[in-house]
């Protein structure tokens, strides 16, 4: 039996991913592929690398620093998030707290990160043969929120968050031969996403990216139908999804400690449900 995860990241509501993943390191638990959307990957790397808490202390202590994320970044850059900061000041081998890539490529497990390509509007999935040592471009691409953050360009090529274009990419788990499969979401299970959310962003990006502003006009539509068919296959039991039914007020950008800690316990609390499932 081959095993899968996917965290579909979310801003600051990714810790409720990070939650789980700690749990899962705690208590042995490994996954033979793992899928990260936007903060997804951040979380996964951590969590391939074998570093507990190690996502914990980025969402709770280094996020509210101004070079993380403040609008004094974005006056000054265009990115509201500076990912350069993120995955390279504090992430490489010299940061405040590196990555242990050794441990992470060392990791038998297969590691996915989708992201949106900004000319093409296409999915890109990145592999783990694309990182290297303090090189985790491939993270930054699929955190680049449109018009939070410019396309953050590889080899030529921008891209955006991988949310906008495969924000649940279970058939491509199928695909790769996965049969049992957890879903990490950080929206409740049944959340309908209102395209209304995406439409001025995507009218304002349709001026220098057109194909990638179709992917976030139609943003809502592709999630709410991978959501639904995530939801079909958890009952036939190859998916378990995971979801919080509190936000504690959290969204992709707004956050307090309090806030942080209670989606944190959140997580680490319900995954203890993954045991069951994939015994």
Known sequence: MKTAIIDVGGGYRAI?????????????????????????SANLASFL?????????????????????????FRKTGSYIDLDYVFGTLSNHD??????????AANPSQFTVVAADGITGKAHYF???????????ICKASSAVPM????????????FDGGIIDPIPLRRAFKDGCDKIVI??????????????????????SRTYPKAAADLWYRART????????????????????APTDLFGLDTLKKSRESLENMYREGYRDARAISRFLS
């Open 148 to 159: 939070v953050n410019k396309p953050y360009v590889i080899d030529g090529v921008p891209y």
């Open 223 to 242: 999630y709410n139908a991978e959501s639904q068919e995530a939801r079909m296959w958890e009952k036939s039991g190859r998916v378990l999804i995971l």
């Open 49 to 73: 690398a074998n570093q507990y808490r190690r996502t914990y202390r980025f969402y709770v202590d280094y996020s509210f620093r101004k070079e993380y994320a403040s609008f004094d970044n």
């Open 16 to 40: 409720y991913g990070a939650g789980i993943e700690d749990y899962c390191l705690k208590h042995g638990i490994t996954f033979d592929h793992c899928y990260g959307i936007s903060a997804g």
């Open 184 to 205: 990490i979401l950080t929206h409740p299970k049944n959340w309908i996403r209102p395209q209304k959310k995406d439409e001025l962003p995507a009218r304002l990006l």
């Open 95 to 104: 940061g405040e707290y590196p990555l242990d890539y050794e441990a992470l």
């Open 127 to 137: 592999t783990k043969a694309d990182m290297q040592q303090d090189n985790y471009d």
